[in-house]
């Protein structure tokens, strides 16, 4: 899986944080592009927004790139399709490229851009879903 999206695992150590910020640093000034999930983990058909790490948004402001935020969302399908495919469609919203405050120094300009990349996300689960395939409930026993 990390073969088809590019994908590298997140550093256990100091020295092997060095080595992936460095390489983050590259691709993106090759004009690549890096993914990340703010929320830092994948909740297989849930529809909300848990809350950010600020990593993503780090690369964004040292780096002078933007965040192109997307939701991925589920809709029910008819009757039809349920006979052939149990789970539900799959939408992909993509939202407008965030770009960081310039005129904030560097800690606020990744606040902000946290801030209103979430506010964004938000609004686009808001606008286009009203589904919701599973249902995730916190465990109550400890």
């Not at 606040?111 to 209103?116: E, G, Q, T, V, Y």
Request: proline residues 5%; positive net charge; hydrophobic residues 35%.
């Amino acid at each position: 899986m990390c073969d088809i999206f590019n994908c590298i695992p997140l550093a256990d150590s100091y020295s092997d944080n060095l080595k992936f910020f460095s390489y983050i640093k590259s691709v993106l000034n090759e004009n690549g592009i890096v993914r990340i999930f703010s929320e830092s983990s994948m909740w297989p058909y849930y529809n909300e927004i848990r809350p950010f790490k600020k990593g993503a948004f780090y690369f964004a402001v040292k780096n002078n790139v933007p965040i192109i935020p997307f939701v991925i969302l589920f809709k029910k399908t008819n009757k039809l399709k349920r006979i052939f495919h149990s789970q539900p469609e799959l939408k992909i919203v993509i939202c407008t490229p965030q770009y960081a405050n310039k005129e904030l120094d560097e800690k606020s300009q990744i606040i902000d851009l946290k801030s209103r990349v979430e506010c964004l996300m938000k609004n686009a689960i808001s606008e286009n879903s009203n589904y919701a395939y599973y249902v995730y409930l916190k465990n109550s026993t400890k």
